[in-house]
C-alpha cells in the first residue's frame, strides 16, 4: 500500500536533479560564452587598426610602436597626444606607465601578503588570526575609488612631504594605493595554501627538532609554494588592470622614462579617461580598443603562464615528496 | 564594417524623430528633452533645467555631463537634442552631422565664462603673460625663476583631452600647439584645483567659478599690455584674455519644447541663473 508514493518521490527527485543540473551546467556555459563574446568585441573594435587602410593613415601598428616626429621636421619621439593637429598615438609610454606602477605595486604588496600569510597561519596566536585576517580581507572590500581618493588627497601629500618629490602624483604614489588593493588577494589565496599544509609536515619538522621559524621557512612554505605563486600571480593581474586608483593618484602624465618619482599613464586610465569622448568610428576610438585587447591578451598570457609555473612546481613538489 | 553601418542607420532612425517629430510647439509634450556635454556647463544646465521644470510643469529636461567632446559626439551619433559645449564645435564635426544628418549645426551663445589660471596660494607669482603660460604649458619654460619666481621646478597640472577647458585653452592658450609630454592631467577642475592647492611650486587652469582656496593669476595679452583679473566686467568686456563663450548646438533649427526651452535659458530667468552659478550673462544687445 505504501508502494506508490515512492516512485512519485523519486520522478521528481531526478526531474529536480536534472534541473539543478541544467541551471549550473549553464552557468557555467554563460561564463565561458560572455568572455568569448566580451573578447570577440573587443577584437572586432580593435580589428580596423590592422584592416582598414582609411585608419591606417592615421593610426597603424607603426604609428603604434614606432617613434614619428611631433611635428613635421621634428626629431622623432614616442608620443602619445591623441587630440591634437597631428595625433600621435605611441602606446610605448602608456606600455612602460603601466608595467612600471604594477611591478611598484607587486614589489609592495608580494613580501608584506605573504608574511602577513605565513604569520597568521604559523605564528599568531588564535585570537589573533580571528581578528587579523578578516581585517585584511575587508580591505579588499574598500572600493578602489575610495583608495584612489585617499592617495591623492593624503597619501601624495605626505610621501612628497617626506621624499621631496618634485612630482605630488607618481608611479609611486600610484603604486603604494594600488598594493592596498593588491594585498588582500595576495594575503588570502597564500594563507589558504599555507593552511592547506598537512599538519604532519609540522608536527615531523618540529620533532627533528627544527624551530618553529625553521618550520615556517624551510617546511611550510616550500609545501605551499605553488599556492603563493598563484596568489602572486592573481595580485599581478589585478594590479595591471586596476583603473580608478591609478587614474587619481598617478598624474596621468604619459612620460617615457624609468624613474620611479616621474608621473605615468596607464592603459586602464587612458581608456577610462578618453573613451567618453571619442567619436565612435574614428582612429582614436579603435586605438582605445587596442589598447583594450592588449590588455586582455597581456593578463591572458601572464595567467597562461602561471597556471603552467604553479602546475610544474606542484609536479615537482609531489615527485620530490 | 557593414553592422556598424547599420547601426549609424538605427540611431539615425531614432534620431530623426526627436529633430522634426515635435514640430507641433505645443510646449506640453511628454517627451523628455536631453542634454549632453561640457563639465563645465552640467551644473548650470541643470540648474536651468531645474527651473524651468518647476515653471512649466509636464516638461522634461534631462541633463549630463561627461565633457563637450563627448557632448559633440552623441549629437553626431544622434544620442541628444541639445549639445552642450564650452569650445566651438570643429569644421571637421559640423561636417559630420552635416552628413549625417542632412542639416547644418545651430551654434546658440548661451553663457559666458573665463578660464583662470591658479598657482598656490603660497606663490610670489602675480600675473603672466599669455606667452609665458603658452611657454609653460608647452614645455619651454621649466622653472619658475624664468617667470619672476622662485628657483624651482614647474609643476604642471591639466584637465584630461575629452574635456571642453582643454580643448579652449590648447586653442586659445597654446595656439593649437601640442601640450608637453610632463603635465599631469587630472580628471575634473576641482582636481586640478585641489591639486594646486597641495602643490606649492603648481600651475593648473580651470573655469573661474571653481577657483576658491586657490590663488587665480592677473593674465596679460603680451608683455606690454596690462595685467588683468578674471571678473564680471573684464569677461563681458572682453578685457580679460582667456574669456570664452559657452554653447548650445542643435542639429538645425530648434523647434518644439527644445525651442520653447532654449528662448527661455536666453532670456532673463535663464541669465539670470547664470550669475548664480558662478558664469556670466551674455550683454544684452
Known amino acids: 500500500m505504501t508502494v506508490i508514493p515512492v516512485p512519485k518521490a523519486n520522478f521528481t527527485g531526478a526531474l529536480g536533479d536534472r534541473l539543478a543540473s541544467v541551471l549550473i551546467k549553464g552557468s557555467a556555459f554563460l561564463a565561458i560564452l560572455s568572455l568569448i563574446l566580451i573578447f570577440v568585441f573587443i577584437g572586432k573594435e580593435a580589428l580596423p587598426i590592422l584592416t582598414s587602410p582609411e585608419i591606417q593613415k592615421e593610426a597603424s601598428l607603426s604609428t603604434l610602436f614606432l617613434p614619428r616626429p611631433a611635428k613635421p621636421g621634428a626629431r622623432t619621439e614616442y608620443t602619445w597626444q591623441p587630440v591634437s593637429e597631428l595625433p600621435k598615438y605611441s602606446i610605448l609610454p602608456l606600455f612602460v606607465g603601466t608595467l612600471k606602477v604594477t611591478i611598484i605595486a607587486v614589489l609592495f604588496a608580494i613580501p608584506l601578503a605573504v608574511a602577513a600569510a605565513l604569520y597568521t597561519s604559523e605564528f599568531a596566536h588564535p585570537w589573533v588570526r580571528e581578528v587579523v585576517k578578516p581585517a585584511i580581507e575587508l580591505l579588499a572590500g574598500i572600493p578602489s575609488v575610495v583608495i584612489g581618493f585617499f592617495c591623492l588627497m593624503v597619501l601624495a601629500g605626505w610621501l612628497q612631504g617626506v621624499f621631496g618629490w618634485t612630482y605630488r602624483l607618481n608611479a609611486v604614489t600610484a603604486g603604494i594605493g594600488l598594493s592596498l588593493a593588491v594585498i588582500p588577494i595576495v594575503y588570502t589565496v597564500a594563507e589558504d595554501a599555507f593552511s592547506s599544509v598537512p599538519q604532519a609536515f609540522r608536527e615531523g619538522s618540529l620533532a627533528m627538532g627544527a624551530s618553529s621559524w625553521q618550520t615556517a621557512w624551510r617546511v611550510v612554505l616550500p609545501a605551499a609554494m605553488p599556492g603563493v605563486l598563484a596568489a602572486c600571480v592573481l595580485g599581478f593581474g589585478r594590479a595591471i588592470g586596476e583603473t580608478m586608483i591609478v587614474l587619481m593618484a598617478s598624474g596621468n602624465a604619459a612620460v617615457l622614462s624609468l624613474s620611479p618619482t616621474d608621473s605615468i599613464r596607464t592603459f586602464s586610465a587612458t581608456i577610462a579617461a578618453e573613451l567618453g569622448e571619442v567619436v565612435v568610428g574614428s582612429a582614436h576610438y579603435h586605438v582605445l580598443f587596442f589598447l583594450g585587447a592588449s590588455l586582455f591578451i597581456l593578463t591572458f598570457v601572464l595567467n597562461l603562464f602561471g597556471h603552467w609555473w604553479v602546475g610544474r612546481l606542484q609536479k615537482k613538489l609531489q615527485g620530490a615528496s | ?285
Open chain 2, 1 to 285: 564594417m557593414k553592422a556598424r553601418g547599420l547601426a549609424m542607420f538605427g540611431a539615425l532612425i531614432v534620431a530623426l524623430p526627436s529633430i522634426s517629430g515635435c514640430g507641433g510647439g505645443s510646449g506640453t509634450g511628454t517627451r523628455a528633452v536631453t542634454i549632453k556635454g561640457s563639465d563645465t556647463m552640467v551644473i548650470l544646465g541643470q540648474r536651468w533645467a531645474e527651473t524651468y521644470m518647476t515653471e512649466h510643469p509636464g516638461a522634461r529636461i534631462q541633463v549630463t555631463g561627461g565633457g563637450s567632446g563627448t557632448g559633440i559626439a552623441a549629437l553626431i551619433n544622434g544620442g541628444t537634442d541639445i549639445c552642450e559645449a564650452s569650445r566651438p564645435m570643429k569644421d571637421k564635426e559640423k561636417e559630420q552631422v552635416r552628413s549625417r544628418h542632412g542639416k547644418d549645426v545651430k551654434e546658440i551663445p548661451v553663457a559666458l565664462d573665463g578660464v583662470a589660471v591658479y598657482v598656490n596660494a603660497s606663490s610670489p607669482i602675480q600675473s603672466l603673460s599669455e606667452p609665458q603660460i603658452k611657454g609653460i604649458y608647452t614645455g619651454k619654460i621649466t622653472n619658475w625663476r624664468d617667470v619672476g619666481g622662485r628657483d624651482e621646478r614647474i609643476v604642471v597640472y591639466s584637465r584630461e583631452n575629452n574635456s571642453g577647458t582643454y580643448v579652449f585653452f590648447k586653442e586659445h592658450v597654446l595656439g593649437n600647439e601640442d601640450f608637453a609630454r610632463e603635465i599631469q592631467t587630472l580628471p575634473g577642475t576641482a582636481a586640478v584645483a585641489n591639486a594646486v592647492s597641495k602643490d606649492p611650486a603648481s600651475i593648473g587652469y580651470g573655469g573661474i567659478a571653481y577657483a576658491t582656496g586657490i590663488r587665480a593669476i592677473a593674465v596679460k595679452r603680451d608683455e606690454a599690455s596690462g595685467a588683468v583679473h578674471p571678473s564680471l566686467q573684464t569677461v563681458q568686456s572682453g578685457q580679460y584674455p582667456l574669456s570664452r563663450s559657452l554653447f548650445f548646438y542643435t542639429i538645425g533649427d530648434p523647434d518644439g519644447e527644445v525651442k520653447t526651452f532654449i528662448d527661455w535659458v536666453l532670456g532673463p530667468e535663464g541669465q539670470k541663473i547664470c550669475e548664480a552659478v558662478g558664469y556670466y550673462p551674455l550683454i544684452r544687445k
